[in-house]
Nanobody, 116 residues
């Protein structure tokens, strides 16, 4: 069974930082690219970052470029998102996402709230 379990969300002040983690199981993590997607209240899901299977290539949405960094540790089957200089508009539920040979999978999400 494929599982993606996010953690690391919380309440942070504007300008602060958080590091999200996503632990994967049930598939060969190192074989697949991974993404982070977020959904703000009342809005659709927004892709924000992706990384290839080896961690050598990354991409970012303009809304987070220069502030967020995606990375992965294939030995630990874990995907990360380092979020710096957080803004109130970053408030959302953050999901990790995998497109695998077995199907497309989402984690349960972790809430990030940026507020003073």
């Amino acid at each position: 069974e494929v599982q993606l379990v996010e953690s690391g969300g919380g309440l942070v002040q504007p300008g602060g930082s958080l590091r999200l983690s996503c632990v994967a199981s049930g598939f060969i993590f190192s074989d697949y690219a991974m993404s982070w997607v977020r959904q703000a209240p009342g809005k659709g899901r927004e892709w924000i970052s992706g990384i290839n299977n080896r961690g050598t290539s990354t991409a970012y949405a303009d809304s987070v470029k220069g502030r967020f960094t995606i990375s992965r540790d294939n030995a630990k089957n874990t995907l990360y998102l380092q979020m710096n200089s957080l803004k109130p508009e970053d408030t959302a539920v953050y999901y990790c996402y995998a497109e695998t040979a077995y199907g497309n999978y989402w984690g349960q999400g972790t809430q990030v709230t940026v507020s003073s």
